[in-house]
């Protein structure tokens, strides 16, 4: 087996006046997939990002980037990194086509024109490389800062909180770009508090919060080992109140009375769905449709959040 791209052990943060960002984490991640780390504003995505990146020096634990000590070995283990950060950090005079040009530059690469008038087609930012940067829309801007995390052929990408603000079209061509990134062979890691995102686009999910990294594991293993199901019994007469007598299932009346709910694990040899409907038609109690749903990516963050708090 190959050895990961990236490899975080006991990686901890604590700040001068006693606070710790983050709390002894360890993390691998493999060369080619694409990683999304979730969590609310603050509970450390940033922080652990900038560690790898160099920007902020950990207080405990080795970082080892593609086979290189990243405190150590700082300058081969940056070159291997490219970051997408959330604020904007250009030279707003420059024009587009200088500022990609630069960067490439700063990592000792020659300003090759075709490969990064490829990144600004990808981008579509072609037609504005002459443009100065201070006379682009925000969401033109944000592009710039992908051209420029992208100048210097990383094999690393790291988004942080990458469609935050942005249109619908950027985050279209972004998800394209990363699509097409990881099939040359881009490691990508994203952190975001968009659920959405990361159900549509990782290969595995890690959960932070408080600084702790929660759980790691595949998007479809995560959503399957703690993803519950529900049962939804459109009733034929809507009801005011669960009936005594349900107390086991833990039933709850949505849709103003008109729909049952029962919420069960999916993974239980005995999901309760077969005597709860036998005691619904005991008590006469009538339904016109059923229909089960599987949780979303969010309800599982939520509960893993409010769990481990």
Not at 109 to 131: A, C, F, M, P, T
Not at 253 to 258: F, I, R, Y
Request: net charge negative.
């Amino acid at each position: 087996m190959t050895e990961p791209i990236l490899t975080l052990t006991g990686v901890s943060k604590t700040y001068k006046g006693g606070f710790t960002a983050l709390h002894g984490v360890d993390l691998s991640i493999n060369k080619g997939e694409i990683f999304a780390l979730l969590g609310p504003n603050g509970a450390g995505k940033t922080t652990l990002i900038s560690i790898v990146c160099g920007i902020v020096t950990p207080s405990t634990g080795t970082i080892r980037v593609g086979g290189h000590d990243a405190v150590r070995d700082y300058k081969a283990a940056r070159t291997l990194i490219g970051l997408v950060p959330q604020e904007l950090s250009v030279d707003m005079f420059e024009t587009v086509l200088a500022t990609v040009t630069f960067s490439r530059r700063l990592f000792g690469r020659s300003g090759h024109s075709e490969y990064i008038e490829q990144v600004l087609r990808d981008l579509s930012l072609w037609d504005k490389r002459n443009n100065k940067i201070m006379e682009l829309s925000g969401g033109m801007k944000r592009r710039v800062l992908i051209a420029k995390a992208l100048a210097h052929e990383p094999e690393i990408l790291f988004l942080d909180e990458p469609t935050a603000g942005v249109d619908v079209a950027l985050r279209r061509d972004m998800w394209k770009l990363v699509h097409s990134l990881r099939e040359r062979g881009t490691t990508i890691i994203l952190t975001t508090h968009y659920i959405e995102e990361a159900e549509e686009m990782a290969d595995r999910v890690g959960v932070i919060n408080k600084g702790r990294l929660l759980l790691v594991d595949e998007k479809a293993a995560l959503m399957q080992k703690l993803g519950k199901r529900e049962l939804d019994l459109t009733l034929v007469d809507a009801l005011d109140m669960v009936p005594a007598g349900f107390e086991q299932w833990q039933l709850s009346l949505v849709n103003d009375g008109h729909t049952l709910r029962y919420v069960f694990d999916a993974t239980e040899e005995d999901t309760g769905i077969p005597s709860l409907l036998r005691a619904l038609g005991e008590r006469h109690i009538a339904f016109k449709d059923l229909e089960t749903s599987k949780s979303s990516l969010e309800d599982i963050f939520v509960d893993l959040v409010e769990e481990r708090a």
